[in-house]
């Protein structure tokens, strides 16, 4: 990898791939809304709103890849999903075409896919269930990806990331905990992988709860290599056990599924 692209750099997983893909990448362009700091040695800092169709064009020129972590990571009100998210995924693939087919790495969600109960396991021919406005957007997001691998050959892997965090926060994410070691060795499979089409890929570690089939996706080579288990015993003495006919608790999505419209 020549230059690689991150957007959303100063949000958790953008910080995080900032420092472990120094060195992998040649050099790295890293941008966000938000400040950024100084740009390190072989970096360059842009600041610039995804929403903006003429700024994407100049971030994304130069590049070799992309990894889109930009947007709204949680719920939020419509307007703000349509800009950051629906608008901002739509430029940094247009960006890409018009720039002649730069691989791109979306960061999906579980969220596309929350409203499944979590006694079935997915692969990958499960239809989406969105379970929040974000998880539609990460839906469109998806689409998006297959729409621009079709028409103008663009590749892509859409990553539905379970929990990516350093530890798992509750019992929810001892199904749903994707290690950051893990995360980091997967963006590498992506980027190296010869040929990638449009993939779907979920994002999980070795955790013994599997909700998630990546049987379809194996052509990348990633095998996550930590597990949620080490976990286990403080989550459990910190997290009690709720009903199992709690909403929350039937999905997948969690509180995303439970919880009413975000605007109300
Ligand atoms: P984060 O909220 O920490 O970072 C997102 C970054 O995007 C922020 O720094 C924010 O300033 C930036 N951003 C928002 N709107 C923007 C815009 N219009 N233009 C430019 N930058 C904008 O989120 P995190 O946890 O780092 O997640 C990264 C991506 O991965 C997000 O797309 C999120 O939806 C997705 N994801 C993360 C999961 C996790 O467990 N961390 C789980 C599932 C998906
Ligand atoms: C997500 O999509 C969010 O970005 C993250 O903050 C967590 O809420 C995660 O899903 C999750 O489901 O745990």
């Known amino acids: 990898m020549e230059k690689v ?6 949000g958790g997983l953008g910080c995080l791939l900032r420092k472990e893909l120094k060195g992998w990448a040649k050099s790295m362009r890293v941008s966000d809304l938000a400040d950024l700091g100084a740009a390190a040695p072989d970096e360059e800092v842009v600041q610039c709103d995804l929403a903006d169709l003429d700024a994407v064009i100049k971030l994304v020129d130069g590049v070799d890849g992309i990894i889109h972590l930009g947007g709204k990571s949680i719920e939020g009100t419509f307007d703000n999903i349509i800009e950051s998210n629906i608008r901002g995924t739509y ?5 890409s ?4 087919g730069k691989r791109i790495m979306f960061a999906s969600s579980n969220h596309a896919i929350g409203f499944h109960h979590r ?5 990958g021919n499960t239809p989406q ?19 621009y691998y079709d028409k103008f050959d663009i590749e892509s892997v859409s990553v539905r990331i379970g929990s ?17 070691n893990d995360f980091v060795r997967l963006m590498k499979c992506i980027f190296e992988a010869t ?70």
């Open 5 to 10: 692209l991150i957007t959303g750099a100063a």
């Open 91 to 95: 430029n940094i693939f247009e960006a």
């Open 97 to 100: 075409r018009q720039l002649g």
């Open 119 to 123: 006694d079935r396991q997915l692969d």
């Open 129 to 147: 269930r969105p379970d929040s406005i974000y998880g539609l957007s990460k839906c469109f997001g998806e689409d998006l990806a297959r729409y």
């Open 164 to 180: 990516c965090f350093p530890e798992p926060r509750d019992r929810r994410m001892l199904a749903t905990w994707l290690s950051p």
């Open 195 to 264: 040929r990638v089409g449009a993939t779907m890929i979920y994002g999980a570690s070795n955790n013994r709860e599997q909700w998630w089939d990546n049987r379809h996706a194996a052509f990348l080579g990633w095998q996550p290599e930590d597990s949620s288990e080490v976990f286990r015993e403080k989550i459990e003495s910190t997290h009690p056990q709720p009903g199992w006919d709690e909403p929350a608790v039937r999905y997948q999505g969690g509180t995303y599924a439970s919880v009413g419209h975000f605007e109300d």
